[in-house]
């Protein structure tokens, strides 16, 4: 199998991250550093995908229409009545599905998941400002962005998207079968299907350069974003994390993993798994590109694009505050190569990190512990809810 163009060595953005950035901390817990020849054993994972949803998706959604597949994925959830017609079909991508592996452990899950409740505002910033603007350093996993007109849409959009998908599947008991965390995963599972399939469809993908979009190995890259990326993010931002909760949270991220059709032996169990397989896939990975620009560019004027401050200074100050974070949790080194510029007036957000600084003193404070999760979750839930009412009705208009 021939390796796709898009596969060679970085020599900028991560090579910079992992030798002069966060990532010097992040190799310092391994044993050894990973060797980037052998890389190359996940080469053949660009060409893999999620097949047992692309069926549905051909048999279901594509046949019938996108929102009527997935309002039938959602009975089917639900466990109300299917037409007959598409009954099968459905049992059998559910029956592909194992919502209780044997080696789920709840305890963990809930430790992951308070600490995502935990993160409060600090958590949506590092999503936000970290993870996604962070992703965007590499050509190629965007691509898919683009070919399904990301671009147009606006950053707006996926980032309410992005919030409410994160927001549902970490609340209490969200990731037991029946419950909203469930379906939120099973229906982005079916968005990537469907974005592939009409990728493919429409034949100007390159799959000699770039692998098949939505691949296997994309898809982990992803789930290490929310996870190890995430978790370094909240660090960064002087959060304190107990080792239980580092531990939950990837126990929770693999278990997302396997519901989103990632193969189980992939994801990793502890932090330095993830470190070692983050660091094959970012050396692996072409610098960004006129795409990536594009994508940042975006990203930082959301906040002018959206409905939410209601004025326009309000808005301008939001811009100028993720700037500061993107900067922070970035480096100037990438920002400068997404194009974001410098801020003075956005700093004011600092103190948001002293705050953090100081209030997690107090983290193994089990009472304090315990009001930092219900006041992290109702900002989730608040911040959330903005979205949808203010971004959300134009988004549909």
Same mark, same amino acid.
């Given at each position: 199998m021939r390796i796709p163009e898009r596969f060679q060595i970085n020599t900028s953005s991560f090579s910079f991250y992992w030798s002069k950035g966060p990532g010097v901390d992040l190799l310092r817990k391994l044993p050894k550093k990973p060797v980037i020849a052998d890389a190359g054993q996940f080469a053949p994972l660009l060409y893999q995908y999620d097949r047992a949803c692309d069926q549905l998706v051909e048999q279901l959604h594509l046949k019938i229409g996108f929102y009527q597949g997935q309002q039938l994925l959602k009975d089917a959830l639900a466990g109300r009545p299917i037409e007959p017609a598409y009954e099968q079909v459905l049992i059998k991508f559910l029956n592909t599905v194992d919502f209780t592996p044997p080696w789920l452990d709840w305890d963990k899950i809930e430790q992951g998941i308070e600490l995502s409740q935990r993160s409060g505002l600090s958590g949506l910033i590092v999503l936000r400002d970290y993870v996604l603007m962070g992703g965007y350093e590499s050509s190629a996993i965007n691509k898919p962005l683009i070919f399904t007109g990301a671009l147009k849409k606006g950053a707006v959009k996926r980032l309410t998207e992005t919030v409410t998908f994160?927001?549902?599947? =970490?609340?209490?008991?969200?990731?037991?079968?029946? &419950?909203?965390?469930? +379906?939120?995963?099973?229906?982005? #599972?079916?968005?990537? %299907?469907?974005?592939?399939?009409?990728?493919?469809?429409?034949?100007?993908?390159? =799959?000699?350069?770039?692998?098949?979009?939505? &691949?296997?190995?994309?898809?982990?890259?992803? &789930?290490? /974003?929310? %996870?190890?990326?995430? *978790?370094? /993010?909240?660090?960064?931002?002087?959060?304190?994390?107990?080792?239980?909760?580092?531990?939950?949270?990837?126990?929770?991220?693999?278990?997302?993993?396997?519901?989103?059709?990632?193969?189980?032996? @992939?994801?990793?169990?502890?932090?330095?798994?993830?470190? +070692? !397989?983050?660091?094959?896939?970012?050396?692996?990975?072409?610098?960004?590109?006129?795409?990536?620009?594009?994508?940042?560019?975006?990203?930082?004027?959301?906040?002018?694009?959206? !409905?939410?401050?209601?004025?326009?200074?309000? #808005?301008?100050?939001? #811009?100028?505050?993720?700037?500061?974070?993107?900067?922070?949790?970035? /480096?100037?080194?990438?920002?400068?190569? @997404?194009? *974001?510029?410098?801020?003075?007036?956005?700093?004011?957000?600092?103190v948001n990190i002293l705050k953090n600084k100081k209030a997690n003193r107090m983290v193994t404070d089990s009472l304090w512990r315990k009001k930092q999760i219900d006041k992290g979750r109702k900002i989730h839930e608040g911040v959330k809810g903005i979205y949808l009412k203010y971004n959300y009705p134009t988004l549909r208009s």
């Open positions: 994160w927001v549902d599947i =970490t609340g209490d008991d969200a990731l037991k079968k029946g &419950n909203i965390g469930i +379906e939120a995963i099973l229906l982005t #599972r079916c968005i990537h %299907s469907y974005a592939r399939l009409n990728i493919l469809k429409h034949g100007q993908w390159q =799959t000699e350069k770039w692998g098949i979009p939505l &691949n296997t190995w994309d898809m982990l890259a992803t &789930n290490l /974003g929310f %996870s190890l990326v995430y *978790l370094t /993010g909240l660090k960064r931002m002087k959060f304190n994390v107990l080792e239980n909760e580092v531990e939950g949270l990837f126990h929770v991220w693999k278990f997302i993993g396997t519901l989103l059709g990632i193969p189980l032996q @992939l994801l990793p169990d502890t932090e330095e798994q993830a470190i +070692e !397989a983050l660091y094959y896939w970012t050396m692996t990975q072409q610098s960004g590109d006129q795409d990536s620009l594009a994508l940042a560019k975006s990203l930082m004027e959301e906040p002018i694009k959206a !409905a939410y401050p209601t004025n326009k200074w309000g #808005r301008k100050l939001m #811009r100028e505050i993720h700037l500061y974070y993107n900067h922070y949790l970035l /480096g100037d080194y990438s920002c400068s190569l @997404l194009g *974001l510029k410098k801020t003075v007036l956005g700093k004011i957000a600092y």
